[in-house]
């Protein structure tokens, strides 16, 4: 059961039973340390402070503790070896500093034992090392000392996750690590390490994780044949190798096609290897990511790269690699970033670019590339960042630049461009940056710059540009960096907007110009302003007049003829229509109060979110860290998704901001927050009717994504925090991160990205299959979850009961015993059989939507009609059953 910190407060001197599951809300009760019988103790997620009590160790029937994500500081207390039951043991993520206390040595129940993220410093105890049952370890993130004692294997026999990154450690990993047997993790990144990695590392024939990043790890070299790669050949279940930043020295042997088939992350950047690319790097077909970059590697790309059709991110800049792109790049079909700067590539990039549809980075500068840019690379309308800079390419800026809508970095500085720069320039709306210094390009500046309404960044200097600088140019209010040097324009300086902040560098070798002192330029004279003004009138001025008081006679004619078919045209009744510019970065961070605390609404696995004010109401800014991986995809697909469907049940996109840094999309304001806040917090509460009626609203939503758009669409991650709530309680879905959009002839599609755990469809979890029935799947655990308040994660279910499981067993008779508890307590005696009428009809719809077998699922429509059905029968109901 859950307990409320006011019951706590006043009653958990006498909470005695032994099965109580106990999660509070608020401070933390002082009389919490007399519960001896307590076998279960959760606080974790909450905005808890002060520090853990020292009479924490009275709880000595405790076997669960999780204590993570608050604000808990202080020490942890010695008493804590007193809890000799305890098993499981999270105070990750709070502000707790000081040693480890040796009495922690005691717990000799413990499996699992997590204090990352803290301040913790010191030694680390090696009595943490003797606590056999010990299966998961996980130290990251502190500042902690010492070493990994040579007889690990013996202390912890059963291991099998250990994390001590980001940490101070020192030493050598002792050989008798390779004898943890069961270890499957091991992450010692971050730290001092040093010395040979041990070839013994091969022995580990459960690793699927191996993270040594940025220590000083080197290679044994003694014997000839040896090298850091082939040991770990017999490793058959790695999916993660990095070596990143360790002065490994060595060459890629031939044998790194004889590692795991399913590795999928390889990462060796910084680390001196040197010698060539071997062909059989083509063999390792599940790479998802390829890091080799700032090493010391020579020859060229081997052609067998075209084989890893799964890569997304290759890395190998600053190396010594030459020769010209294979044709056969052109395969990765699912690259996402490209990085192939700092070396001595030649000759001209491949016609077929433009294969790599999924391209969102490309990074080319600083090599030998020439001649023309093929004409496929402007078709990349989703592209996010080109920089070709430093290279020699040649030949004319085309029109198809304006193909790149999505662009918010582009450099093609440093090169032998010629022409003028299209006018087409002005289609890059979402452009940030914009790097054009160092070519021949002449003529004029394009006075459509100034659409260029995001535009920080712009450098067009050493070139031959003319003319004046467009005044206009003064309405972008971004601009931060503005530079013109080295050119032949003339005419006056604008003086207004951003360029008030600007200085003499930014216009320096312009002869023609004249402006304010501050530019370092002449004055102008007045003659030549009254003549300049003139010539704007007759130039700028008298045309526009005449052709809008033409275009204004035209309008009155067709507006005459229009109004009489007015009222057959569709209204808008949307409060918050999409606005059709991209917001500024520094637009949301005036809306957020520069994304302030005090704003944060809540954080997921790739970002946060916080509200905000602008002029026409309130929003809700979902912040990108694009520190994650996946990150930036999400925010394309939300942004690819989002765009092109509109439903009352759904949670609209308002607009976005998109910089090369910064990602974050603006929505629709929910007051009333997520339907997971009003499940599971004390203050709020759903009556059964309020819980049918969203569950409604959640099955109109997916029905339309599946049936009402051109192509069926899969949310993919449908749960209580996705399901936000407007002012009238009505169900928006949001959070389309993950989500899949099918092609018309499409039934079913594979991912590798998944959803939440507890609430994907089994084919979903273990083989990445998507396809309607998913959703269907997550919307029966959604129903199960609303009625019962019980989280298919919740720690209950183990083994195999599962909330399903669960549910299923509680049929015919044992109903009422799952329900939630507060549906029972708000009107028990009116809580009658009708309405358990009703529950057993949503639960057994719940059960047909959860079949293992995808094909026996119901589809959303028929589960949206029975739905429908039920709340029609309460509503009629509804006079003689005041709890509705």
Same mark, same amino acid.
């Not at 990154?165 to 050598?172: A, L, Q």
């Not at 047997?181 to 690793?207: C, E, M, R, V």
């Not at 007045?526 to 035209?554: C, D, E, G, H, Q």
């Given at each position: 059961?859950?307990?409320?910190?006011? =019951?706590?407060?006043?009653?958990?001197?006498?909470?005695?039973?032994?099965?109580?599951?106990?999660?509070?809300?608020?401070?933390?009760?002082?009389?919490?340390?007399?519960?001896?019988?307590?076998?279960?103790?959760?606080?974790?997620?909450?905005?808890?402070?002060?520090?853990?009590?020292?009479?924490?160790?009275?709880?000595?029937? &405790?076997?669960?503790?999780?204590?993570?994500?608050?604000?808990?500081?202080?020490?942890?207390?010695?008493?804590?070896?007193?809890?000799?039951?305890?098993?499981?043991?999270?105070?990750?993520?709070?502000?707790?500093?000081?040693?480890?206390?040796?009495?922690?040595?005691?717990?000799?129940?413990?499996?699992?034992?997590?204090?990352?993220?803290?301040? &913790?410093?010191?030694?680390?105890?090696?009595?943490? =090392?003797?606590?056999?049952?010990?299966?998961?370890?996980?130290?990251?993130?502190?500042?902690?000392?010492?070493?990994?004692?040579?007889?690990?294997?013996?202390?912890?026999?059963?291991?099998?996750?250990?994390? *001590?990154?980001?940490?101070?450690?020192?030493?050598?990993?002792?050989?008798?690590?390779?004898?943890?047997?069961?270890?499957?993790?091991?992450?010692?990144?971050?730290?001092?390490?040093?010395?040979?990695?041990?070839?013994?590392?091969?022995?580990?024939?459960?690793?699927?994780?191996?993270?040594?990043?940025?220590?000083?790890?080197?290679?044994?070299?003694?014997?000839?044949?040896?090298?850091?790669?082939?040991?770990?050949?017999?490793?058959?279940?790695?999916?993660?190798?990095?070596?990143?930043?360790?002065?490994?020295?060595?060459?890629?042997?031939?044998?790194?096609?004889?590692?795991?088939?399913?590795?999928?992350?390889?990462?060796?950047?910084?680390?001196?290897?040197?010698?060539?690319?071997?062909?059989?790097?083509?063999?390792?077909?599940?790479?998802?990511?390829?890091?080799?970059?700032?090493?010391?590697?020579?020859?060229?790309?081997?052609?067998?790269?075209?084989?890893?059709?799964?890569?997304?991110? =290759?890395?190998?800049?600053?190396?010594?690699?030459?020769?010209?792109?294979?044709?056969?790049?052109?395969?990765?079909?699912?690259?996402?970033?490209?990085?192939?700067?700092?070396?001595?590539?030649?000759?001209?990039?491949?016609?077929?670019?433009?294969?790599?549809?999924?391209?969102?980075?490309?990074?080319?500068?600083?090599?030998?590339?020439?001649?023309?840019?093929?004409?496929?690379?402007?078709?990349?309308?989703?592209?996010?960042?080109?920089?070709?800079?430093?290279?020699?390419?040649?030949?004319?800026?085309?029109?198809?630049?304006?193909?790149?809508?999505?662009?918010?970095?582009?450099?093609?500085?440093?090169?032998? =461009?010629?022409?003028?720069?299209?006018?087409?320039?002005?289609?890059?709306?979402?452009?940030?940056?914009?790097?054009?210094?160092?070519?021949?390009?002449?003529?004029?500046?394009?006075?459509?710059?100034?659409?260029?309404?995001?535009?920080?960044?712009?450098?067009?200097?050493?070139?031959?540009?003319?003319?004046?600088?467009?005044?206009?140019?003064?309405?972008?209010?971004? *601009?931060?960096?503005?530079?013109?040097?080295?050119?032949? &324009?003339?005419?006056?300086?604008?003086?207004?907007?951003?360029?008030?902040?600007?200085?003499?560098?930014?216009?320096?070798?312009?002869?023609?110009?004249?402006?304010?002192?501050?530019?370092?330029?002449?004055?102008?004279?007045?003659?030549?302003?009254?003549?300049?003004?003139?010539?704007?009138?007759?130039?700028?001025?008298?045309?526009?007049?005449?052709?809008?008081?033409?275009?204004?006679?035209?309008?009155?004619?067709?507006?005459?003829?229009?109004?009489?078919?007015?009222?057959?045209?569709?209204?808008?009744?949307?409060?918050?229509?999409?606005?059709?510019?991209?917001?500024?970065?520094?637009?949301?961070?005036?809306?957020?109060?520069?994304?302030?605390?005090?704003?944060?609404?809540?954080?997921?696995?790739?970002?946060?979110?916080?509200?905000?004010?602008?002029?026409?109401?309130?929003?809700?800014?979902?912040?990108?860290?694009?520190?994650?991986?996946?990150?930036?995809?999400?925010?394309?697909?939300?942004?690819?998704?989002?765009?092109?469907?509109?439903?009352?049940?759904?949670?609209?996109?308002?607009?976005?901001?998109?910089?090369?840094?910064?990602?974050?999309?603006?929505?629709?304001?929910?007051?009333?927050?997520?339907?997971?806040?009003?499940?599971?917090?004390?203050?709020?509460?759903?009556?059964?009717?309020?819980?049918?009626?969203?569950?409604?609203?959640?099955?109109?939503?997916?029905?339309?994504?599946?049936?009402?758009?051109?192509?069926?669409?899969?949310?993919?991650?449908?749960?209580?925090?996705?399901?936000?709530?407007?002012?009238?309680?009505?169900?928006?879905?949001?959070?389309?991160?993950?989500?899949?959009?099918?092609?018309?002839?499409?039934?079913?599609?594979?991912?590798?990205?998944?959803?939440?755990?507890?609430?994907?469809?089994?084919?979903?979890?273990?083989?990445?299959?998507?396809?309607?029935?998913?959703?269907?799947?997550?919307?029966?655990?959604?129903?199960?979850?609303?009625?019962?308040?019980?989280?298919?994660?919740?720690?209950?279910?183990?083994?195999?009961?599962?909330?399903?499981?669960?549910?299923?067993?509680?049929?015919?008779?044992?109903?009422?015993?799952?329900?939630?508890?507060?549906?029972?307590?708000?009107?028990?005696?009116?809580?009658?059989?009708?309405?358990?009428?009703?529950?057993?009809?949503?639960?057994?719809?719940?059960?047909?939507?959860?079949?293992?077998?995808?094909?026996?699922?119901?589809?959303?429509?028929?589960?949206?009609?029975?739905?429908?059905?039920?709340?029609?029968?309460?509503?009629?109901?509804?006079?003689?059953?005041?709890?509705?």
């Amino acid at each position: 059961m859950k307990y409320r910190a006011s =019951f706590l407060k006043i009653y958990a001197a006498n909470l005695q039973s032994s099965n109580a599951w106990v999660y509070i809300y608020g401070e933390i009760p002082s009389g919490l340390t007399r519960c001896r019988m307590l076998q279960n103790l959760s606080l974790s997620f909450n905005q808890l402070t002060g520090n853990i009590p020292s009479e924490i160790g009275n709880l000595s029937s &405790l076997q669960y503790a999780a204590f993570s994500r608050n604000h808990f500081s202080g020490t942890i207390p010695s008493s804590i070896g007193n809890m000799s039951s305890l098993t499981i043991l999270d105070l990750s993520d709070n502000n707790l500093r000081g040693e480890i206390p040796t009495e922690m040595g005691l717990l000799s129940n413990l499996t699992y034992l997590n204090l990352e993220m803290n301040e &913790l410093n010191g030694e680390m105890s090696q009595s943490i =090392f003797n606590l056999s049952r010990l299966r998961v370890l996980s130290l990251v993130g502190n500042e902690l000392s010492g070493t990994i004692p040579f007889s690990v294997n013996r202390g912890l026999p059963n291991l099998e996750r250990l994390f *001590l990154g980001i940490n101070r450690f020192t030493g050598r990993i002792p050989n008798s690590i390779s004898n943890l047997t069961n270890l499957k993790i091991l992450d010692l990144a971050n730290n001092s390490f040093s010395g040979h990695i041990p070839i013994t590392l091969g022995n580990l024939h459960n690793i699927e994780s191996l993270n040594l990043q940025a220590n000083q790890f080197t290679n044994d070299l003694s014997t000839p044949e040896q090298d850091f790669i082939t040991p770990l050949t017999r490793c058959r279940y790695l999916t993660y190798i990095l070596f990143s930043v360790n002065p490994i020295t060595g060459l890629l042997p031939k044998s790194i096609d004889n590692l795991s088939t399913s590795l999928e992350n390889f990462r060796s950047f910084s680390c001196k290897i040197s010698g060539i690319i071997p062909d059989e790097i083509g063999n390792m077909s599940s790479l998802i990511s390829l890091a080799l970059a700032k090493n010391e590697l020579m020859g060229m790309i081997p052609p067998t790269i075209g084989q890893l059709r799964n890569l997304q991110r =290759f890395g190998i800049e600053d190396n010594k690699l030459w020769g010209s792109i294979p044709y056969s790049f052109c395969n990765l079909e699912n690259l996402y970033y490209a990085s192939l700067e700092g070396n001595a590539f030649s000759g001209q990039l491949p016609r077929c670019m433009g294969n790599l549809v999924s391209l969102r980075e490309l990074y080319m500068a600083k090599n030998a590339f020439s001649f023309n840019i093929p004409s496929t690379l402007w078709s990349f309308e989703r592209i996010l960042a080109i920089n070709l800079s430093h290279n020699f390419f040649d030949g004319s800026i085309p029109l198809d630049i304006g193909n790149l809508e999505s662009v918010v970095v582009l450099d093609l500085s440093g090169n032998q =461009f010629s022409g003028e720069i299209p006018i087409a320039v002005g289609q890059l709306q979402s452009i940030n940056a914009l790097v054009l210094s160092n070519n021949k390009l002449h003529g004029r500046i394009p006075e459509s710059f100034d659409n260029l309404k995001s535009l920080q960044y712009l450098d067009l200097s050493h070139n031959n540009l003319s003319g004046e600088i467009p005044k206009s140019l003064e309405k972008l209010s971004d *601009l931060v960096y503005f530079n013109v040097s080295f050119n032949e &324009l003339r005419g006056e300086i604008p003086d207004g907007g951003s360029f008030r902040n600007f200085t003499g560098d930014f216009f320096r070798s312009n002869n023609g110009l004249c402006g304010a002192s501050r530019f370092n330029v002449e004055v102008c004279k007045m003659n030549n302003r009254k003549s300049s003004s003139k010539s704007r009138l007759l130039r700028y001025i008298l045309p526009p007049v005449a052709a809008i008081a033409f275009a204004a006679t035209i309008s009155i004619m067709y507006l005459r003829y229009c109004s009489r078919k007015s009222s057959l045209l569709p209204k808008s009744n949307s409060h918050f229509d999409i606005i059709r510019h991209r917001m500024s970065y520094y637009e949301l961070l005036r809306a957020t109060n520069n994304l302030a605390e005090a704003n944060l609404v809540g954080r997921g696995s790739i970002g946060s979110v916080y509200k905000g004010i602008l002029d026409n109401g309130m929003i809700v800014v979902k912040v990108f860290n694009l520190d994650m991986q996946g990150a930036l995809k999400s925010f394309d697909t939300e942004c690819q998704i989002l765009s092109s469907i509109r439903h009352r049940n759904l949670v609209k996109v308002i607009t976005s901001c998109a910089n090369l840094d910064f990602k974050a999309l603006v929505l629709e304001y929910m007051p009333n927050g997520n339907l997971d806040k009003w499940l599971y917090s004390p203050d709020n509460f759903l009556n059964f009717t309020q819980r049918l009626r969203i569950m409604i609203d959640v099955a109109f939503a997916i029905e339309y994504l599946h049936e009402g758009y051109s192509s069926p669409i899969i949310h993919c991650d449908l749960k209580p925090s996705n399901i936000l709530l407007d002012e009238d309680m009505v169900a928006h879905v949001g959070d389309f991160g993950i989500s899949k959009l099918l092609t018309q002839d499409q039934r079913i599609a594979q991912t590798k990205t998944l959803g939440t755990i507890g609430y994907m469809a089994p084919e979903y979890g273990s083989a990445g299959l998507v396809s309607t029935s998913v959703d269907v799947y997550s919307y029966g655990i959604l129903l199960m979850e609303t009625f019962t308040r019980h989280k298919p994660t919740n720690e209950m279910f183990l083994g195999e009961l599962t909330l399903r499981s669960w549910v299923f067993e509680s049929l015919p008779n044992g109903l009422m015993e799952i329900v939630d508890v507060d549906l029972l307590n708000e009107d028990e005696e009116n809580f009658g059989a009708k309405n358990e009428m009703f529950l057993k009809s949503i639960i057994e719809l719940a059960l047909e939507c959860t079949n293992d077998s995808p094909e026996e699922r119901l589809n959303i429509k028929d589960a949206l009609l029975r739905l429908k059905k039920i709340n029609n029968e309460l509503e009629e109901m509804k006079p003689k059953n005041n709890l509705l």
